[in-house]
């Protein structure tokens, strides 16, 4: 599930799917690798907001944003056991995304719908903090669960940044829970 912040949705309130494939380099006790690949889509939506001068702009009250983004993470491991551990990870990686309307047409080609001479851009990086926890069972699968907050390095997940507040990025906070099969 994928919580988003951003300017139209100032806390982490509507969730969303999430989907993800991760591979995990876990030999180590305690220093390892992991890959991850996310697919998924956030809404943002504030019926109340009423910005300042809508004649001359038209600043959307909705975005719904499409994204897929790759990452590597080392993780650090605080219990490691023979059947569960415990661990905290920072990752860098990339997002790529698309912003739309409720018509679903892309925000980022409507220009009068951002302060003039911002331009959007639909990739970035990601560093994304996580702490996660497994299970594995005598069978080799188990239970995986995790939260991870994904740092995002761009404000126009929601299509605003001037017109809201330019000084803080928009952001996803991502629980996620998965079955794992040890190999
Ligand atoms: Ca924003
Ligand atoms: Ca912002």
């Not at 019926?47 to 944003?65: G, H, M, P």
């Amino acid at each position: 599930m994928a919580f988003p912040k951003t300017d139209l949705a100032p806390s982490y309130q509507k969730p969303s799917f999430n989907t993800a494939a991760s591979f995990h380099f876990n030999k180590n006790k305690r220093l390892n690798i992991s890959l991850w690949l996310n697919v998924g889509e956030v809404v943002s939506e504030n019926r109340e907001v009423i910005f300042l001068d809508q004649s001359e702009f038209q600043i959307n009250d909705y975005a719904s944003t499409s994204y897929q983004s790759l990452h590597a993470e080392p993780t650090l491991h605080i219990f490691k056991k023979e059947k569960w551990g415990l661990y905290i990870a920072q990752g860098f990686g990339f997002f790529r995304y698309e912003t739309y309307d409720e018509n679903n047409q892309k925000l980022a080609d409507q220009l009068n719908s951002r302060a003039p001479g911002e331009t959007v851009s639909n990739f970035t990086v990601i560093l994304p903090s996580s702490l996660g926890g497994y299970y594995f069972l005598p069978n080799k699968f188990g239970i995986h669960g995790r939260v991870s907050i994904w740092n995002t390095q761009t404000d126009y997940l929601d299509n605003i940044s001037s017109f809201g507040n330019p000084d803080n990025n928009d952001n996803i906070i991502n629980l996620q829970l998965s079955i794992i099969k040890q190999f």
